[in-house]
């Protein structure tokens, strides 16, 4: 696998469920990111990470719990969702010296029903 | 604060015309500006990027920006579409309240038309 990958690709779940999206970085790099994509809304950054260490937090709801155990494997926890949470989440990385450029991974689509 | 405008929602080109999709941004100091494709289904990825030196920069894909401090521009643009350039476009800023901070713009989706 190369750059960023990110599973599950879509996911459906009630308001009641617990799930996890999961996001790998191949590239070396020492931070990473959640966005927010939703239709006609510019990318929301959600939560930032470097080395391990959360530096950002974009007054994200609780219900949406981030989750680094190492620079390259970023985590988005999800519990007691609500319709509007349906949107595209992205994942990026990038290194610390380049911390502009961010990699981006293909997406987790959400539908929360 | 930092912002971005893309004042084309929309943008339909015949192939083989050229293009050029607007950007403008608002930041107080010298930004980090970035263009983004994005293809159904799929994430963003990085056509090009502006720090610093020489105001035209070129991207993969044949694609070009100028960055136009005069104006807050930065427009992307490519001399010959093809089909495959079929996609939604982002311009974004960053350097603001950390470098990490990167303001994206709406988008514009072109469509190219045979």
């Known amino acids: 696998e190369t750059g960023v990958t990110q599973t599950p690709r879509h996911l459906v779940m009630g308001m009641t469920n617990k799930k996890s999206l999961k996001c790998e970085q191949h590239l070396g790099h020492n931070a990473m990111y959640w966005y927010k994509q939703s239709a006609k809304k510019p990318l929301e950054l959600m939560f930032v990470y470097n080395f391990k260490e959360q530096t950002e937090n974009n007054s994200v709801p609780s219900r949406f719990s981030p989750e680094c155990p190492n620079s390259s494997h970023l985590f988005l926890h999800l519990h007691t969702l609500q319709p509007e949470d349906s949107a595209l989440y992205l994942c990026a990385s990038s290194h610390i010296g380049d911390q502009e450029t961010q990699y981006f991974g293909p997406g987790t689509r959400l539908l929360v029903l | 604060a930092q912002s971005v405008t893309q004042p084309d929602i929309h943008i339909t080109v015949s192939e083989g015309a050229s293009l050029e999709l607007r950007c403008n941004y608002s930041y107080g100091a010298t930004p980090y500006l970035f263009w983004y494709v994005q293809s159904p289904g799929q994430g963003l990825q990085l056509l090009l990027k502006?720090?610093?030196?020489?105001?035209l920069v070129q991207g993969i894909k044949g694609f070009e920006a100028e960055f136009k401090r005069s104006q807050s521009s930065f427009n992307l643009r490519k001399p010959s579409v093809h089909w495959s350039d079929a996609a939604e476009y982002f311009c974004?800023?960053?350097?603001?309240?950390?470098?990490?901070?990167?303001?994206f713009g709406t988008g514009t989706k072109l469509q190219v038309i045979p």
């Open positions: 502006y720090f610093s030196g020489d105001t």
């Open positions: 974004a800023v960053g350097g603001s309240g950390g470098y990490q901070k990167v303001t």
